[in-house]
């Protein structure tokens, strides 16, 4: 065989071999998703929506976050370990609003797009985009349907969830807004942080109902670990203080759900939990393949659920919102 028909052969062998190899299909984008922890079921929730995202736009979502919700250092780690492994896209919900702004910026530098949702950060220079309910405007609502319970008068108790959340800080700071328009109305505890953890919600509530107890009217807990916390020690501790107080808190929960329906609560504020999983991670999809529409601020709206209105179909499917295990 002369050199050209050699080499017409190896040429021929070549073109048959790159026809018979299929393409390889394109790398799923490489989304991590971190809240601020995943024991509550608000986070299941979230997770639920962040999944669903996953399976509709056909992505690699991871969903983990601190084992202890409020552990910013553990949550810094976890953002530093998706920039080194190099993920297309974090979203965020910040443990603490000023300490993890550092490694979104780490983030950023590092070529990795920065989704924040549930609660942003003091500084939101730089992000994707910002997907949250209006939390002053839930503590607003929280405000005025406590003060109607009480026909504008009465002593109430704040009792207050964890430094440096921004989400439940602005709940707090709207409902005490709020609620200083009613002046017949007073607050006996504003200052008090339960903690990160229900148990220290309980721990807490424990220590204001014995103090405050026989005077109290009414309650406002900003979250589902105060909100939970606070509601086992009124039935279980101090079942005559429960009789008289009006209760409003904030999220959902089995046991919350069902406060409400046995009247042993009077209302609390509902976040939409999956929307805002879903929101996150399909605005940073839009975000990663340059796609039209991503909007700087993603709200997702609040509803209050009182005893009267269980029955209605958008109450009930945020009180009751699907769950990931």
């Not at 962040?50 to 979502?61: E, I, N, T």
């Not at 080194?84 to 990795?112: H, N, Y």
């Not at 405050?212 to 509601?231: R, V």
Request: a negative charge.
């Amino acid at each position: 065989m002369n050199t050209r028909t050699g080499i017409g052969t190896l040429l021929s062998l070549l073109f048959v071999a790159l026809i018979g190899c299929e393409p390889a299909p394109p790398a799923k984008l490489r989304i991590a998703v971190i809240p601020k922890g995943e024991s509550h079921e608000f986070w299941k929730s979230v997770r639920a929506g962040a999944m669903k995202a996953a399976k509709d736009f056909d992505l690699d979502v991871t969903f983990k976050g601190p084992a202890r919700e409020g552990s910013t250092n553990d949550q810094i780690a976890m953002v530093q370990n998706k920039i080194a492994d190099g993920v297309d896209g974090i979203c965020l919900a910040p443990v603490d609003a000023v300490a993890l702004r550092e490694s979104v910026d780490q983030a950023i530098a590092a070529g990795i797009p920065v989704v924040i949702f549930d609660s942003g950060l003091a500084d939101q220079n730089g992000i994707v985009s910002f997907v949250a309910t209006n939390n002053y405007k839930g503590g607003e609502r929280a405000a005025d349907h406590l003060a109607k319970l009480l026909e504008g008068k009465g002593n109430v108790i704040l009792m207050r969830y964890n430094p440096g959340s921004q989400s439940t800080e602005q709940r707090e700071q709207g409902f005490l807004d709020k609620i200083a328009k009613y002046k017949e109305i007073k607050m006996l505890v504003q200052d008090k942080n339960a903690g990160p953890d229900e148990a220290g919600a309980v721990k807490l509530a424990e220590n204001l109902l014995d103090t405050y107890g026989q005077q109290a009217d009414g309650i406002f807990c900003p979250n589902q670990s105060t909100t939970s916390g606070m509601l086992t020690v009124l039935v279980e501790r101090f079942p005559q203080v429960a009789k008289k107080v009006k209760f409003v808190g904030f999220d959902s929960g089995t046991n919350i759900a069902k406060a409400l329906e046995d009247g042993k609560m009077q209302g609390t504020i509902l976040q939409d939990p999956v929307s805002m999983g879903y929101m996150a991670v399909e605005t940073m999809k839009q975000q990663l393949r340059h796609e039209a529409g991503v909007k700087k601020d993603n709200p997702v709206p609040e509803e209050l659920a009182t005893p009267e209105n269980l029955k209605d179909q958008k109450i009930h499917n945020l009180l009751y919102p699907a769950v990931a295990e």
